[in-house]
């Protein structure tokens, strides 16, 4: 569990160090195109859930993920 928890922090330091730095860059991107915040979306999801493998739908339904933001 230590090594899987130091291994995701070594993956996602990099967005960490974009988000700290030049916060606005990903915005531009994922506002010229709703399939760019889509995929954001889906990446945080696979990235935040406790998947089996890198398989999003071990934790979410593909049904479940973009229905939660149909309506928003």
């Known amino acids: ?6 291994r995701d922090q070594l993956i996602e330091d990099g967005y960490r160090t974009q988000q700290a730095t030049k916060p606005q860059t990903p915005s531009y991107a994922m506002m010229e195109s709703p399939v760019g915040i889509a995929a954001w979306l889906v990446e945080k999801f696979n990235s935040w859930s406790d998947t089996v493998g890198d398989d999003i739908e071990s934790a979410n339904s593909k049904d479940a993920l973009p229905g939660q933001y149909a309506d928003g």
């Open 1 to 6: 569990m230590a090594k899987k928890f130091l």
